[in-house]
């Protein structure tokens, strides 16, 4: 259950929303950019800011990269021996990310 805290706070925003004070906001109707990730150490964000700005990626993100599209591309195939290929490749980058992440 909400708090009194809560109820408030909803209740003032829908107003300024109603008032129109959020209509000319730096960046309105445009998705909102992160560039860090919180759960980073300081020296980690920093390094994948300067692979970024290089054009490099960390080895998770081009992992990730690789299990999205395998995932597409495991539901698209029928049973075979292919699927089962793409099904030991996705295994072993499962593994690769969760090494990583150690």
């Known amino acids: 259950m909400p708090s009194i805290f809560d ?3 909803e209740q003032r925003i829908l107003e300024a929303e109603r008032c129109g004070e959020f209509a000319h906001l730096p960046g309105a ?3 909102l950019a992160f560039d860090d990730d919180a759960l980073l150490s300081p020296e980690q964000r920093m390094t994948n800011k300067i692979l970024g700005n290089a054009g490099f990626a960390p080895r ?3 992992l ?8 597409d ?3 698209q ?3 075979g021996a292919l ?3 793409r099904l030991r490749r996705r295994a072993c980058l ?4 969760g090494r990583l992440r150690e």
């Open 60 to 62: 998770e993100v081009l």
């Open 7 to 9: 109820l408030l706070a």
């Open 94 to 97: 499962l593994m690769e990310l």
């Open 73 to 75: 591309e495991i539901a």
């Open 64 to 71: 990730r990269r690789e299990l999205a599209a395998l995932r």
């Open 29 to 31: 109707g445009r998705p």
């Open 83 to 85: 699927r089962q290929e």
């Open 77 to 79: 195939l029928p049973i």
